[in-house]
């Protein structure tokens, strides 16, 4: 297959098929993506757009027409009747596609649950599924990864992340030692486009798997801990009362929070082993130490964005900011602003009262200064909490007390600015360590 072959991704939408869509991007391939509605962004650059869905043969055939290969990711991972039509029946769909265009690679990904034992609507589905790749006469590579992280809020490390980050006691399905080796994003996305070049992987299923396989519950401590937050308490819920609960919310909702597949595939270990992958694909995927710290940042830093929201959040309002808070200005912080390090702010998080009289001080620069850059930042997050966000729309006032407010205003910054300039000018001659 040549650098610049067109790749069909089905699921490039999605968390995985995002980076797999960048990663064929890098390597040089010219990507199209099976999208589900006309208008719906790519999700990078210079990406073809072929609007229709897995049980379409005809939109499913135009998607494949002229493309060398496939990356399968399209996936119901919901249980219910539609698991079937869109996992089995997509894939037959897909496989007669590709006979019909002559496009006849295809990397399917499919999951670690296709191999338990029990298994609920969507293990059997990706199995029936998996089966029918291989069948199928074409060059087919089934991968099978294990928990995939990447992201804040993706998947189901995502979700994971969000429930350790908000509350204190942890519900657990079962026992809590399911064993699963979470793997990264971006290493999926590379063995992904890698196995594509490799005719000794046709026929074959590997597993994608970080190099360490850890319990439910010490997964949930190290994601805590990535977040320096304290270890929550868990509170197991047995398999019985977790099956028979997913039964009955199934009935009551139509979006369950859980379902069955979510219980039996996460009471149900799996073989793992990545030696094939990195045998034959050259899978070398970084430990969960290193990419929690890719993604969390390491412990003092996350340490020093916390304490320097708190401060932020009692200078600007005068209240404690809350775990959600203190999360989205750490999330916001990592995306906009540069890890640079900066007294003026270090000073600030170690002297909350000098505060005021530095941000004064550090207005004329504007959004030139670091210091004033988080305090917008905070600003801007504490603004569009609900609970605070009152204190940023304008209260109704006379003329007169409207410039009585604003000459106050006006004195207030002008001293402030003067007490604090010398404090910031000492602080901006010295050397840049936090």
């Known amino acids: 297959m040549t650098q610049h072959s067109r790749i069909l991704v089905t699921g490039g939408a999605g968390f995985i098929g995002r980076h797999t869509v960048l990663a064929l991007r890098s390597a040089g391939y ?29 939109a499913l055939r135009e998607a494949c027409a002229g493309c060398d290969g496939v990356i399968h990711l399209a996936a119901k991972t919901r249980d219910g009747p539609d698991a079937d039509e869109v996992n089995v029946g997509g894939a037959a769909c897909l496989v007669e596609a590709c006979r019909e265009t002559g ?37 087919v590579t089934v991968m099978l990864p294990s928990v995939v992280y990447g992201t804040l809020d993706d998947g189901i490390f995502g979700v994971l992340r969000r429930v350790v980050a908000a509350h ?38 590997y597993d994608l798997a970080g190099p360490q396989e850890i319990g439910f519950d010490a997964l949930l401590d190290r994601i805590a801990a990535a977040q320096n937050l304290p270890a929550p308490w868990k509170v197991h819920v047995p398999l019985a009362v977790s099956l028979a609960a997913a039964d009955v919310l199934a009935r009551i909702m139509k979006s369950p929070p859980i379902s069955r597949s979510n219980v039996l595939g996460s009471n149900q270990d799996t073989h793992i082993d990545i030696g094939p992958a990195r045998r034959d694909l050259g899978f070398d995927p970084i430990p969960l130490a290193a990419g929690l710290e890719r993604l969390f940042g390491r412990n003092d830093d996350l340490a020093a964005l916390r304490s320097e929201a708190m401060v932020l959040a009692r200078y600007l309002l005068g209240v404690r900011a809350s775990p959600e808070i203190l999360q989205r200005y750490v999330d916001a912080h990592r995306v906009l602003l540069p890890a640079t390090p900066d007294r ?91």
């Open 103 to 139: 496009c006849r690679r295809i990397v399917v990904v499919s999951t670690q649950s296709a191999k338990i034992r029990r298994q609920g609507d969507y293990a059997r589905t990706k199995a029936a599924a998996d089966a029918l790749f291989l069948g199928s006469g074409l060059d």
């Open 344 to 434: 003026v702010t270090a000073f600030a998080r170690a002297h909350p009262w000098c505060a005021a009289l530095l941000d004064a001080a550090a207005a004329p620069r504007g959004m030139r200064e670091p210091f004033r850059r988080r305090v917008l930042l905070m600003a801007t997050v504490l603004e569009a909490t609900p609970e605070h966000a009152a204190h940023f729309l304008p209260t109704p006032r006379s003329r007169f007390a409207t410039l009585a407010l604003l000459g106050w205003h006006g004195l207030h910054g002008v001293a402030l600015a003067a007490l604090g300039t010398p404090l910031y000018l000492w602080l901006r001659a010295g050397p840049a360590d936090e």
């Open 30 to 58: 010219a990507v199209r993506v099976l999208a589900r509605r006309a208008g719906q962004a790519a999700p990078a650059p210079d990406v073809e757009l072929a609007i229709g869905h897995m049980n379409d043969p005809v």
């Open 168 to 205: 204190r006691i942890v519900p657990v399905l079962g026992d809590g030692r399911w064993r699963s080796a979470p793997v990264h994003v971006d290493d999926v996305a590379a063995a992904l486009v890698r196995a594509l070049d490799v005719p000794e992987s046709v026929g074959r299923s």
